[in-house]
């Protein structure tokens, strides 16, 4: 091109007429191109991973829970669609949150104890950076009874357009075994839904004796189920020790220290035997250990509700017998006891004694000790009244382990009575104790 077509070129540029449309739509087409390329760099960045959540606690004993799903989808994030960032990681019944288009997934609830079981679903955790998903919260095993904690929510991450749902309820849990306590139900022995074998005293006055060797010795002891006795239903049991001289003869002709009939129908007894009558003879926890395995095989009973109950030398026996096997037997009473050796320390047990003002027996030989024992407070109690008596609770005790002082004026028996009447007010103490167990 000439010089003069060059200067009339620009000339012609220059002296255009101003077009404002097209100065303006240049003016969008840079602002378009710079907030394009600040979003793009902004959506590249991996989102980060969600922080895990807190575990979630678990009441007792329940299966294991199952993992929870994946949250709800929510919407992409400005500027395209992100990176995908690395899955929080959930604790035990909790979910953390997602990172990047991942859902976090929760863990398994904490498996506890077989039996009993609480339930406690994790909280749902927090969404991840950039995310599309927030994760959800595992759920513990449904168990049986009581109520389990909740876990803690995750932290969340950063920007995210959805949270996770809620968390699905996790598997229920497996019954426990014949000998362990469902919630709110019975320790049930092996012979539960079994024909007895074993030979029943249906006459207290004429008892039947079962024959066992322990040791190389020959025992015997005689047993009463309730007549209407149903093999699906486990029984509380009642092992019964008379005194220095006695046999299975005794207790069971007393009607079982007078609770058969108060029991109506609940308890199985058992009328046990020393050698030739004397509870300082043979090896009685060997025995006993015996008696308990013959009939807890072949009858249903509540194992956690197996009890003692003992009169003078069987009462003393009665407390060597729960000492020395603790968590075996639920409560122990004892009327009188002397003639064996005290034990030196005990479990806390539940303890019921009795004495009278016309024999050589006082709370301090009978229950004092247990009182110490189950930590509570020892204090002189109240003394019964001239042909009366007076049963007294010590203070200070644990709920589970009570021990109360029953003082009458009257001599040495298990079956005492008040002045002017012929039955004894015995059973009316001791069967409320029994039954709140």
């Known amino acids: 091109m000439t010089e003069t077509g060059r200067r009339g070129h620009c000339e012609g540029g220059l002296n255009r007429k101003h077009d404002p449309m097209r100065t303006l739509r240049a003016r969008t087409a840079l602002f378009v191109v710079g907030v394009g390329s ?9 989102a980060g991973p969600g922080a895990g959540g807190t575990a979630g606690g678990s009441s007792a004993t329940g299966g294991q829970g199952a993992s929870a799903s994946g949250g709800v ?8 669609a992100p990176n995908a960032g690395s899955p929080g990681t959930g604790g035990a019944g909790n979910a953390s949150a997602a990172g990047g288009a991942s859902a976090g997934s929760g863990a398994a609830g904490d498996a506890a104890a077989a039996g009993r079981g609480g339930r406690g679903a994790g909280t749902a955790g927090s969404p991840g950076a950039g995310a599309n998903a927030g994760g959800q919260g595992g759920a513990s095993a449904a168990g ?8 803690d929510a995750g932290s969340p991450g950063g920007r995210a357009s959805a949270g996770g749902a809620s968390s699905t309820a996790g598997s229920s849990s497996t019954a426990g075994s014949s000998s362990m306590a469902g919630a709110g139900g019975a320790a049930q022995s092996g012979g539960c839904g079994k024909a007895p074998t074993l030979k029943n005293s249906t006459s207290n006055s004429n008892p039947s004796a079962i024959k066992l060797s322990v040791a190389g010795t020959d025992r015997e002891y005689a ?29 069971a002709g007393e009607n079982y220290f007078g609770l058969w009939t108060p029991s109506n129908g609940s308890t199985i007894f058992i009328a046990l035997s020393a050698v030739g009558g004397d509870w300082k003879t043979g090896d009685n926890l060997a025995y006993v250990d015996a008696v308990l395995k013959a009939v807890e095989a072949d009858l249903c009973i509540d194992t956690s509700r197996v009890m003692l109950e003992g009169f003078s030398q069987g009462a003393a026996e009665s407390w060597q ?3 020395s096997r603790p968590g075996v037997f639920r409560a122990v009473v004892g009327h009188s006891g002397g003639g064996v050796t005290n034990p030196k320390s005990c479990d806390p047990i539940p ?14 030989t009978q229950t004092d000790q247990f009182a110490k024992w189950n930590g509570c407070t020892v204090a002189t109690l109240p003394k019964a009244p001239t042909g009366g008596h007076a049963c007294t609770n010590y203070t200070g005790c644990p709920a589970e382990a009570p021990v109360r002082w029953c003082n009458y004026d009257g001599p040495h028996t298990p079956l005492p009575t008040d002045s002017g009447t012929s039955s004894s007010w015995m059973p009316s103490e001791t069967w409320p104790f029994f039954s709140q167990f």
């Open 38 to 46: 600040l979003l793009a760099c902004s959506g590249n960045e991996p």
């Open 144 to 151: 049986a009874s009581g109520a389990g904690t909740s876990g």
């Open 321 to 323: 017998l729960g000492c």
């Open 351 to 364: 303890y019921l004694g009795s004495g009278g003002l016309q024999e050589s027996v006082t709370q301090t």
């Open 73 to 80: 989808s929510g919407s992409p994030a400005t500027g395209g």
């Open 223 to 251: 047993i009463r189920w309730p007549d209407n006795y149903d093999n699906t239903h486990p029984y509380r049991l009642i092992l019964d020790l008379h005194g220095y001289g006695g046999s299975y003869k005794e207790t």
